[in-house]
């Protein structure tokens, strides 16, 4: 479906709706968990209107290559479509006033609706200088997510189905990573680990000084005996892997080809981004 407009809203007034909205995100976040609210709540984190994937960039695994693996699986994932726009700042981080991490280090979009954004948000990028970001945002320290999620296209004024983002977001102003330590059901379920991922502590080398369970930003880790341990409700972006002060905690990837495959079949299940690019 065609919309009625050219371009969606200018940044200065996508800020403005973020700054409105934020607090009613926030909101619904904390009191997903709760009876009868959860069921009103539930639809606005609902597949396929909210669905979020981390890749963990910059996370050192055992075997050799691995810290480059991560950041391949996003750049296949730009190499899949043509079409790549990169906003100009990171909006959380900006309205934020984030101190930690750079707020010019903006949110990735693919997919063909990005010719709805206005020319103040941001520019289209071509493959090299997509992944010319990923590279800073890794050497940021940045967390790279798969979002698929309503607020963005609501926010930016654009279609739904032909968009994806690649969002880079930090542990501490993101609007994606914070107020979950505490969810319902149907928000636990929109984040998703991407299978293949997977994270383990060697319970000889931890001390149990328990930063790791204190950065989880789904509370995924508890101390157990003296020891961390990572449950099932892990979504492998792999922060705790660098908090850990002993090299406990390691990271762990199946196949690249495999895990690319996961990736893009995720990724297609929610949104149309596909042109005529090369995987």
């Known amino acids: 479906m065609r919309l009625p407009f050219r371009h969606g809203p200018p940044i200065g007034v996508v800020r403005a709706m973020v700054r409105l909205s934020w607090p009613i995100i926030a909101l619904g976040k904390l009191l997903s968990p709760y009876p009868v609210l959860r069921r009103i709540i539930a639809p606005f984190f609902a597949h396929p209107y909210s669905q979020v994937t981390s890749i963990p960039i910059g996370v050192a695994a055992p075997e050799p290559g691995s810290l480059e693996l991560p950041r391949r699986l996003v750049e296949r994932l730009i ?6 726009f990169l906003l100009d700042a990171c909006v959380c981080r900006t309205k934020e006033g984030c101190a ?3 707020a010019d280090l903006g949110c990735m979009a ?3 609706d990005i010719e709805r954004f206005h020319p103040s948000v941001g520019r ?3 493959r090299e200088e997509a992944c010319a970001h990923v590279r800073r945002a890794e050497e940021a320290g940045l967390v790279a997510n798969v979002a698929h999620v309503w607020i963005d296209p609501l926010a930016f004024g654009t ?3 032909r968009l994806m983002f690649i969002c880079f977001c930090d542990d501490c102003c993101c609007l994606y990573r914070k107020y979950l330590k505490r969810r319902g059901p149907t928000l636990d379920e929109s984040l998703r680990p991407l299978p293949g991922i997977g994270l383990s502590v060697d319970p000889a080398s ?3 000084c328990g930063r790791c369970a204190e ?3 789904v509370a995924a880790i508890s101390m157990e005996g003296g020891a961390a ?4 409700a892990c979504k492998a972006c792999g922060r705790c892997v660098g908090r850990c002060p002993k090299g406990a905690i390691s990271i762990r990837y199946d196949e690249e080809d495999a895990l690319f495959e996961r990736l893009m079949a995720r990724v297609d299940g929610v949104a149309d981004i596909r042109g005529r690019g090369h995987v």
């Open 79 to 84: 190499a899949a479509t043509e079409d790549r």
């Open 100 to 102: 930690s991490k750079p």
């Open 110 to 112: 693919l997919g063909a």
């Open 124 to 126: 289209r990028v071509t």
């Open 159 to 161: 279609g739904f189905k």
């Open 206 to 208: 931890c001390d149990g």
């Open 215 to 217: 950065s989880c930003f």
């Open 229 to 232: 341990r990572i449950g099932e």
